[in-house]
């Protein structure tokens, strides 16, 4: 099977990616094949949904492919973002540098807002305390010799909703 793209801005999706993408929103069965149990509800094969879904990432349709964590039911009560003011020519190495760490969740490059916002380099830090989340943030400091560069603890205050995308708000009937 082959998805063509109609126009470079509309990728063309058809009823069975539709059905598909209603499929995985709410996130894929706790299986051992995931991909084949959807299969199995849509009438697919295992390897059709795979090929469905690359296509669809491939295309755009699909952005990115990942978990939502509850990090409070895991016991990770403590939760900062870390923003740094970090020179431009050095943001990509002092993310990879943050990035490396399993207690880093996230990481990513922002444009600055001067005058009221310089930093650039975001990183989220989850932990069980926020003694926790303090000895992670000296552990990168000290590793990735960050001492020098401004930066800001912001612990979460309030969790939102987590969830992904929501690409049919309407049920599609799925066998």
């Excluded at 039911?73 to 870390?82: D, F, I, S, T």
């Excluded at 003694?131 to 800001?152: G, I, K, S, Y």
């Amino acid at each position: 099977m082959e998805h063509s793209l109609p126009t470079p801005h509309r990728p063309r999706v058809d009823d069975a990616d539709r059905r598909l993408l209603a499929a995985i929103q709410h996130g894929l069965p706790l299986v051992s094949r995931p991909y084949a149990e959807i299969a199995s509800r849509l009438g697919l094969s295992e390897a059709e949904v795979i090929t469905r879904l690359t296509c669809l990432r491939d295309t755009g349709v699909i952005r990115r492919f990942g978990v939502v964590v509850r990090h409070r039911e895991l016991g990770y009560a403590a939760n900062a973002m870390v923003v740094w003011d970090v020179p431009d020519d050095r943001v990509t190495e002092l993310g990879c540098c943050l990035a490396g760490f399993d207690f880093i969740t996230l990481c990513y490059r922002r444009p600055r807002r001067p005058p009221h916002w310089r930093y650039n380099l975001y990183c989220m830090i989850h932990g069980k305390s926020r003694d926790e989340v303090f000895a992670h943030l000296e552990w990168m400091v000290n590793h990735c010799r960050l001492q020098a560069l401004p930066h800001e603890v912001l612990f979460s205050r309030r969790r939102f909703k987590q969830c992904g995308a929501v690409y049919e708000r309407q049920p599609i009937a799925v066998s």
